[in-house]
């Protein structure tokens, strides 16, 4: 894997999310590329969601959307929260990725309770690859409808690889597991050659 240490661009980040690599700005807002020993990824074709979420699956309690709204999406994950000091996304980083979203390569998913944003997240696509960046959650069970209907896009959509970076206990929850590295570049290698939509 080559990395590219330009100034943050759109194109840096998709080049280097392209080799597998992902960003992330410490306190001080000083900006690292990543690329775990261990990689935390989602088994696509296995997701189902847990018994309790489905009761908030319902229409009337939330209404989703696809890039509608992916600069407040990825400003609301930027938010610090009371489990960390300040956030990794710095201004730089967010005005590479509204970029990117508009070349068609970053990708949000918006939740709202009536006309409300409450919960979404956003991430990367390169072919039928897609990185999980962030979700945020204003209301309780948001988020998890957000990654219920991501999942379930790119299920229909018969994507390959779904990154989840480093397990936390979040994403372990959601069913997260860990893999190595190099079976991780083999399925990116393949992944990356398959272009899919993201849509209905």
């Not at 999310?17 to 696509?44: C, K």
């Not at 969601?49 to 908030?56: M, T, V």
């Amino acid at each position: 894997m080559s990395l590219d240490q330009s100034p943050i661009t759109w194109e840096v980040l998709y080049n280097n999310y392209f080799e597998g690599y992902f960003p992330m700005a410490d306190e001080l807002g000083e900006i690292s590329w990543h690329a775990p020993v261990f990689r935390a990824v989602f088994s696509i074709t296995n997701y189902k969601p847990k018994k309790s979420l489905k009761a908030y699956l319902k229409p009337e309690v939330f209404y989703w959307s696809i890039n509608q709204a992916f600069e407040d999406v990825i400003r609301k994950c930027a938010l610090p929260r009371s489990d960390q000091n300040g956030t990794w996304l710095t201004d730089e980083l967010i005005n590479a990725y509204i970029e990117l979203h508009r070349k068609g390569y970053a990708h949000s998913i918006e939740v709202y309770k009536g006309n409300v944003l409450v919960g979404g997240l956003y991430g990367v696509k390169i072919g039928s690859a897609f990185f999980g960046e962030s979700m945020f959650s204003l209301v309780p069970n948001a988020s998890k409808v957000a990654f219920h209907h991501l999942m379930q896009l790119l299920k229909a959509n018969n994507y390959m690889l779904m990154d989840s970076q480093y397990l936390n206990d979040h994403t372990e929850m959601l069913g997260a597991v860990e893999i190595p590295d190099f079976i991780f570049t083999a399925l990116l290698k393949q992944a990356r050659t398959v272009q899919n939509k993201f849509s209905h």
